[in-house]
C-alpha cells in the first residue's frame, strides 16, 4: 500500500477523501472537531510540498445531507487565505476553481452525498471525479469499510496513496491483531451486538483477556439461559462463545433501572437479581474492581464503546472507572475507538491520556473481526 511519501506532488491536483461526518448543532455549529484535527497532517503535508490540495467529504446530521458550511468554517479557521470552500461537487463553478488553484492552496467541494452516484458506487460519478485530479489520497479510514464511489472506485481510476492518519490507522490495529505486546486485554461494549459480534469472537480468539461491558454481558448470559426472562437477539454468532473461557470476562453486578428510566429508580445488584421490569444501565463495583486488577497487568489494551449508558450521571461511573483504570497503567499500549467512546473519553477529559485514538467506528470493527475492507483493497493493501 503506497503512502503519500511515495510521491511527488508538487503542482499536482491531489483528490483527498477526508471524513469531516462531525457532529454539527441546530444553530449549524460543529460540536466536536476530532476528525477534522486529525486529517491535517496529512493537508499540511500536501500543502506544504505546493500540491493543489481538493478535499472530499460526506456530512450527515440527524441522518440528513447536509452542506458541509460548517466544516469550512472550521478549515478557515487554521488555513486561512489558502483555504476556499466552493459550494459545488462537480458543476462548472467546482472546475473553474480547481483550475483556478495555485499551489499550496487548499480547496472543500460540497458534500458528497448531494450526488446519488457516491453511495451507489456509481462509475460515471467516479470518473467525472477523477477529472479534477491527479492524484487521490484515501484519508478517510472510518468510510473504508464502504464501496462508495470516492472510497472504493475513484482510487482506482488516479495513482492513488493513503494519508497519515490511514496509514497509522493499518498498522496500529494491524499490531493488535498481529503482533501486540502481551497480555492483550479488549473491552468491548456498547448496545449493537450485530454490528461487533465478529469482532468479539475475533478479539476473543487474539486477546488474552476479553471484558464485556453491562448490555453485552447480559446479552450473553440471556442467550445461554443463565438470565431468564430478557429478550434475546436472534444472533447465531452467540453460540460460538463458551462462557467456561478464560479469556471471556463478563459483568458480575450492575447498576440497575427501570426499562422507562424513571430516575426515581435506581440500584445496585447483581446479574442474576434482574428483575423484568428492570435494565442493567452500566457495570457495578464488583465487576469494576475484577475488570481493573486485569487492565492494571496489561501490556496492550484496545477498548471500543462505553460500559454503560454514560450520558445518564447515574450511569457514567463503570465507564468513567475504567476509563481511569486504563490511563493508570503507564506501562500499556493504550487504544480507543468509535463514536461514543471518543465522545465519552471526551466528556472525561482524557481523550488526550490514550496511545492512539481511531477515527473509524464501523471500519475499525470490520478490519478487527479479520474482514477486507474495500477501501484499502482499492489501495493494494494486502496485495
Not at 499536482?12 to 497532517?41: Q, T
Not at 489494551?301 to 450511569?315: H, V, Y
Request: contains cysteine.
Amino acid at each position: 500500500m503506497r503512502t503519500i511519501k511515495d510521491y511527488n506532488f508538487s503542482q499536482r491536483k491531489v483528490l483527498v477523501r477526508c471524513d469531516f461526518n462531525v457532529p454539527i448543532s441546530e444553530e449549524g455549529e460543529v460540536l466536536e472537531e476530532f476528525r477534522i484535527k486529525a486529517a491535517l497532517p496529512t493537508i499540511e503535508y500536501l500543502s506544504k510540498n505546493r500540491a493543489k490540495v481538493i478535499l472530499l467529504s460526506h456530512l450527515e446530521a440527524k441522518e440528513k445531507v447536509v452542506s458541509l458550511a460548517p466544516v469550512a468554517k472550521k478549515l478557515k479557521e487554521i488555513f486561512g487565505e489558502k483555504f476556499e470552500f466552493v459550494p459545488d461537487l462537480i458543476g462548472e463553478r467546482a472546475r473553474e476553481k480547481i483550475n483556478q488553484m495555485r499551489e499550496g492552496e487548499i480547496v472543500l467541494l460540497e458534500n458528497l452525498r448531494f450526488h446519488k452516484g457516491e453511495k451507489e458506487g456509481d462509475l460515471q460519478f467516479a470518473k467525472t471525479l477523477s477529472q479534477f485530479g491527479d492524484f487521490y489520497v484515501n484519508e478517510a479510514f472510518s468510510c473504508s469499510h464502504r464501496k462508495h464511489a470516492s472510497i472504493y472506485i475513484l482510487p482506482r481510476l488516479l495513482p492513488s496513496a493513503a494519508g497519515f492518519l490511514l496509514e497509522k490507522e493499518v498498522n496500529t490495529l494491524s499490531k493488535i491483531l498481529k503482533n501486540p505486546e502481551r497480555p492483550l486485554v479488549s473491552i468491548i461494549g456498547g448496545i449493537k451486538i450485530d454490528t461487533k459480534m465478529k469482532t468479539i469472537l475475533n478479539l476473543l480468539e487474539k486477546s488474552d483477556h476479553l471484558l464485556l461491558g453491562s448490555k453485552f454481558g447480559e446479552i450473553v448470559l440471556a442467550h445461554k439461559a443463565i438470565l431468564v426472562g430478557r429478550e434475546v437477539p436472534q444472533e447465531e454468532l452467540l453460540d460460538k462463545i463458551e462462557l467456561t473461557n478464560p479469556k471471556l470476562h463478563l459483568p458480575v453486578d450492575g447498576r440497575i433501572g427501570l426499562k422507562d428510566k424513571n430516575e426515581s429508580y435506581f440500584r445496585i445488584g447483581s446479574i442474576g437479581t434482574l428483575k423484568k421490569e428492570e435494565e442493567i444501565y452500566d457495570i457495578g463495583p464488583e465487576t469494576i474492581k475484577v475488570f481493573s486488577q486485569i487492565i492494571k497487568g496489561a501490556k496492550t489494551i484496545f477498548w471500543s464503546g462505553p460500559l454503560g449508558m454514560f450520558e445518564d450521571k447515574r450511569f457514567e461511573f463503570g465507564t468513567k472507572e475504567i476509563a481511569q483504570a486504563i490511563i493508570k497503567n503507564h506501562s500499556a499500549f493504550k487504544v480507543a475507538g468509535g463514536g461514543d467512546t471518543i465522545f465519552a473519553l471526551n466528556s472525561f477529559s482524557l481523550l488526550q491520556k490514550f496511545d492512539f485514538i481511531s477515527t473509524g467506528g464501523g471500519a475499525m470493527l470490520e478490519f478487527l473481526a479479520g474482514e477486507k475492507l474495500p477501501g484499502l483493497e482499492a489501495l493494494g493493501y494486502g496485495d
